[in-house]
Protein backbone atom coordinates (compact mmCIF):
# COMPACT_ATOMS: atom_id res chain seq x y z
CA UNK A 1 0.00 0.00 0.00
CA UNK A 2 1.38 3.60 -0.98
CA UNK A 3 0.39 6.85 1.12
CA UNK A 4 -0.36 9.21 -0.64
CA UNK A 5 2.08 12.67 -0.30
CA UNK A 6 -0.84 14.63 1.27
CA UNK A 7 -1.69 11.99 3.53
CA UNK A 8 1.99 12.01 4.69
CA UNK A 9 1.81 16.36 4.60
CA UNK A 10 -0.93 15.65 7.21
CA UNK A 11 0.72 13.03 9.42
CA UNK A 12 3.82 15.37 9.72
CA UNK A 13 2.03 18.62 10.43
CA UNK A 14 -0.40 17.20 12.70
CA UNK A 15 2.80 15.68 14.27
CA UNK A 16 4.29 19.03 14.45
CA UNK A 17 1.52 20.76 15.92
CA UNK A 18 1.76 23.88 15.26
CA UNK A 19 -1.34 26.35 16.36
CA UNK A 20 -3.47 24.23 16.37
CA UNK A 21 -4.98 23.83 19.76
CA UNK A 22 -5.98 19.99 21.75
CA UNK A 23 -9.40 20.18 20.32
CA UNK A 24 -8.20 20.80 16.71
CA UNK A 25 -5.65 18.26 16.78
CA UNK A 26 -7.76 15.31 18.21
CA UNK A 27 -10.43 16.10 14.99
CA UNK A 28 -7.01 16.35 12.62
CA UNK A 29 -5.92 12.79 14.27
CA UNK A 30 -9.70 11.59 13.72
CA UNK A 31 -10.02 12.29 10.23
CA UNK A 32 -6.50 11.26 9.44
CA UNK A 33 -7.45 7.60 10.54
CA UNK A 34 -10.17 7.60 8.89
CA UNK A 35 -8.50 8.74 6.01
CA UNK A 36 -5.81 6.15 6.06
CA UNK A 37 -8.33 3.25 7.12
CA UNK A 38 -10.14 4.24 3.77
CA UNK A 39 -6.87 3.70 1.78
CA UNK A 40 -7.00 -0.03 3.37
CA UNK A 41 -10.81 -0.84 2.76
CA UNK A 42 -13.77 1.77 2.62
CA UNK A 43 -15.58 -0.62 4.51
CA UNK A 44 -14.12 0.24 7.43
CA UNK A 45 -14.67 3.74 7.45
CA UNK A 46 -18.67 3.38 5.69
CA UNK A 47 -19.58 0.31 7.70
CA UNK A 48 -23.05 0.87 9.32
CA UNK A 49 -26.23 2.34 8.00
CA UNK A 50 -26.24 5.70 7.24
CA UNK A 51 -28.38 8.01 9.34
CA UNK A 52 -30.85 9.13 8.38
CA UNK A 53 -31.07 13.18 7.85
CA UNK A 54 -33.14 14.23 10.72
CA UNK A 55 -31.27 11.99 12.71
CA UNK A 56 -27.68 13.32 11.28
CA UNK A 57 -29.37 17.25 11.98
CA UNK A 58 -30.74 16.54 15.11
CA UNK A 59 -27.14 14.93 16.21
CA UNK A 60 -25.33 18.51 14.78
CA UNK A 61 -27.58 20.54 16.71
CA UNK A 62 -27.73 18.43 20.08
CA UNK A 63 -23.43 19.29 19.43
CA UNK A 64 -23.65 22.68 18.67
CA UNK A 65 -26.19 22.87 21.96
CA UNK A 66 -23.11 21.27 24.17
CA UNK A 67 -20.76 23.05 22.74
CA UNK A 68 -22.49 26.31 23.68
CA UNK A 69 -23.09 25.16 27.19
CA UNK A 70 -19.36 24.32 27.45
CA UNK A 71 -16.86 24.96 24.47
CA UNK A 72 -13.99 23.61 26.27
CA UNK A 73 -15.71 19.62 25.88
CA UNK A 74 -13.33 17.83 23.76
CA UNK A 75 -14.31 15.20 21.39
CA UNK A 76 -14.22 12.36 22.77
CA UNK A 77 -16.18 14.10 25.64
CA UNK A 78 -18.70 15.31 23.50
CA UNK A 79 -19.14 12.28 21.49
CA UNK A 80 -19.66 9.69 23.94
CA UNK A 81 -22.43 12.92 25.87
CA UNK A 82 -23.80 12.22 22.33
CA UNK A 83 -23.63 8.29 22.25
CA UNK A 84 -21.66 8.43 18.79
CA UNK A 85 -18.02 7.85 17.79
CA UNK A 86 -16.09 11.10 17.50
CA UNK A 87 -15.54 10.29 13.86
CA UNK A 88 -19.03 9.70 13.40
CA UNK A 89 -19.26 12.69 15.13
CA UNK A 90 -16.94 15.03 13.14
CA UNK A 91 -18.02 13.98 10.05
CA UNK A 92 -21.67 14.70 10.71
CA UNK A 93 -21.33 17.92 11.97
CA UNK A 94 -19.16 18.89 9.20
CA UNK A 95 -20.98 17.57 6.57
CA UNK A 96 -24.50 19.42 8.18
CA UNK A 97 -23.16 22.40 9.76
CA UNK A 98 -20.73 23.07 6.81
CA UNK A 99 -17.47 23.49 9.33
CA UNK A 100 -15.33 21.07 12.05
CA UNK A 101 -16.27 21.12 15.55
CA UNK A 102 -12.97 22.94 16.49
CA UNK A 103 -13.99 25.97 13.82
CA UNK A 104 -17.27 26.30 15.69
CA UNK A 105 -15.80 26.16 19.14
CA UNK A 106 -13.39 29.18 18.11
CA UNK A 107 -16.47 30.78 16.51
CA UNK A 108 -18.05 30.71 19.97
CA UNK A 109 -15.20 31.74 21.95
CA UNK A 110 -14.90 34.50 19.21
CA UNK A 111 -18.57 35.55 19.93
CA UNK A 112 -17.80 35.44 23.85
CA UNK A 113 -14.62 37.74 22.80
CA UNK A 114 -16.32 40.17 21.00
CA UNK A 115 -19.33 40.22 23.78
CA UNK A 116 -16.58 40.88 26.29
CA UNK A 117 -14.56 43.54 23.93
CA UNK A 118 -18.16 45.12 23.85
CA UNK A 119 -18.61 45.39 27.18
CA UNK A 120 -14.89 46.94 28.01
CA UNK A 121 -12.66 44.22 28.51
CA UNK A 122 -9.32 45.88 28.52
CA UNK A 123 -6.97 43.11 29.49
CA UNK A 124 -6.30 40.52 25.85
CA UNK A 125 -3.79 38.50 27.70
CA UNK A 126 -7.05 38.10 30.47
CA UNK A 127 -9.29 38.29 28.06
CA UNK A 128 -7.54 35.16 25.82
CA UNK A 129 -6.90 33.13 29.20
CA UNK A 130 -10.46 33.55 29.73
CA UNK A 131 -11.76 32.37 27.13
CA UNK A 132 -9.80 29.40 26.26
CA UNK A 133 -7.05 30.94 23.54
CA UNK A 134 -3.69 29.19 23.53
CA UNK A 135 -2.69 32.62 24.43
CA UNK A 136 -2.95 36.20 23.39
CA UNK A 137 -1.58 36.22 19.87
CA UNK A 138 -3.54 33.25 19.25
CA UNK A 139 -6.83 35.30 20.40
CA UNK A 140 -5.77 37.93 18.04
CA UNK A 141 -5.15 35.82 15.04
CA UNK A 142 -8.61 33.96 15.75
CA UNK A 143 -10.29 37.09 16.12
CA UNK A 144 -9.20 38.37 12.97
CA UNK A 145 -9.89 35.49 10.99
CA UNK A 146 -13.48 35.64 11.78
CA UNK A 147 -14.11 39.15 11.66
CA UNK A 148 -11.58 40.74 9.47
CA UNK A 149 -10.73 42.93 12.55
CA UNK A 150 -7.81 42.70 15.72
CA UNK A 151 -9.40 42.42 18.93
CA UNK A 152 -8.00 46.18 19.36
CA UNK A 153 -9.26 47.57 16.72
CA UNK A 154 -12.49 46.35 17.62
CA UNK A 155 -11.87 47.66 21.95
CA UNK A 156 -11.25 50.65 20.08
CA UNK A 157 -14.51 50.62 18.07
CA UNK A 158 -16.60 49.47 20.83
CA UNK A 159 -15.07 51.96 23.08
CA UNK A 160 -16.51 55.12 20.60
CA UNK A 161 -19.35 53.74 20.19
CA UNK A 162 -19.99 53.58 24.22
CA UNK A 163 -18.64 57.44 24.40
CA UNK A 164 -20.61 59.00 21.82
CA UNK A 165 -24.05 60.07 22.10
CA UNK A 166 -27.26 58.54 21.63
CA UNK A 167 -29.25 59.92 18.90
CA UNK A 168 -32.72 59.63 18.58
Not at 39 to 58: H, T
Not at 103 to 120: C, F, I, V
Request: glycine share 6%; with cysteine.
Amino acid sequence: MSISAQLDLRQRLLLAGGDADEHERYERAVGLVADALALIDDRRVSAGRPAAGGARRALADAAREALTEDPDRSLPELAHALATSPHHLSRVFRAEVGHTISRHRMRLRTRAALERLHDGEESLARLAADLGFADQSHLCRVVRDETGRVPSALRRIFSEQRRAPARG
